[in-house]
């Protein structure tokens, strides 16, 4: 298969999703989790280990250990679109792309112009009060003059919109995901390891022969794929939308 075949299938394509993860954003300077240099390899100087203190148990039981790392480690409210977000939104302004699953929880999708997000892990830009449900903006975690953020309503804690180890994905976004991968035309996965379930799971749902797999690192689906690139995600959308 040429190059220049899959770019033309692209042109053609009324009906492309995307599933991505955290390497779709480390060019916009957001380290990812699972790569050598990825936050869950590398050493945070923490007392705790990252996936401790990304848990339900951990927020609930040490709220300013968990948002000391969370600040620090999970928010960047200075993080850009990069050009493979650019891309993809318009893709989709031109009509040919359904959807974006994404794992990411740092807003970049849609801050690049994209309407059909699904955000499979939440959003780091919606935040509730545990006790009253006020939603609030990032703003409200950022400019916190405490460490735990407060409900200026009531004062109760104010806990990210993102899905902690010990919770579960939201059904109904499961659901529509796994309907947008089995009526693809063409499916591109992009910057996840597909180790973490069960989002990686929702690939294998996929029915056609145009599966693009794009990711730096092998992955535990490389055969299942049509066309593996170990490149750069930026560049390969640069080649590949014109």
């Not at 999708?109 to 939603?135: F, Y």
Request: proline share 5%.
């Amino acid at each position: 298969m040429q190059w220049s075949e899959w770019k033309e299938w692209i042109r053609e394509s009324r009906n492309i999703v995307f599933f991505g993860g955290a390497g779709t954003s480390t060019e916009s300077g957001i380290p990812d989790f699972r790569s050598a240099s990825g936050l869950y390899n590398t050493n945070t100087n923490e007392k705790y280990a990252p996936e401790d203190i990304l848990s339900r148990d951990f927020f609930w039981e040490r709220p300013e250990d968990f948002y000391t790392f969370y600040k620090s480690k999970m928010v960047y409210p200075n993080a850009m679109p990069n050009p493979a977000h650019e891309a993809l939104a318009r893709l989709e302004q031109r009509g040919q792309l359904k959807s974006i699953i994404t794992q990411n929880i740092d807003g970049l999708h849609q801050q690049a112009g994209s309407r059909n997000v699904l955000e499979l892990h939440g959003s780091i830009h919606r935040n509730r009060c545990t006790d009253c449900g006020e939603h609030y903006g990032l703003d409200a975690v950022t400019s916190s003059p405490e460490i735990v953020p407060r409900c200026s309503a009531c004062g109760g804690v104010i806990k990210p919109d993102v899905v902690l180890y010990q919770e579960s994905l939201d059904m109904a976004l499961l659901d529509q995901a796994a309907q947008d991968i089995r009526e693809a035309d063409i499916l591109i996965v992009a910057g996840t390891s597909l180790t973490v379930q069960p989002a990686a799971g929702l690939v294998r749902l996929y029915r056609g022969h145009k599966f693009i797999l794009i990711n730096k690192s092998p992955t535990p689906m490389d055969r299942m794929a049509d066309l593996v690139i170990a490149d750069s995600i930026v560049k390969v959308f640069n080649d590949l939308v014109d």
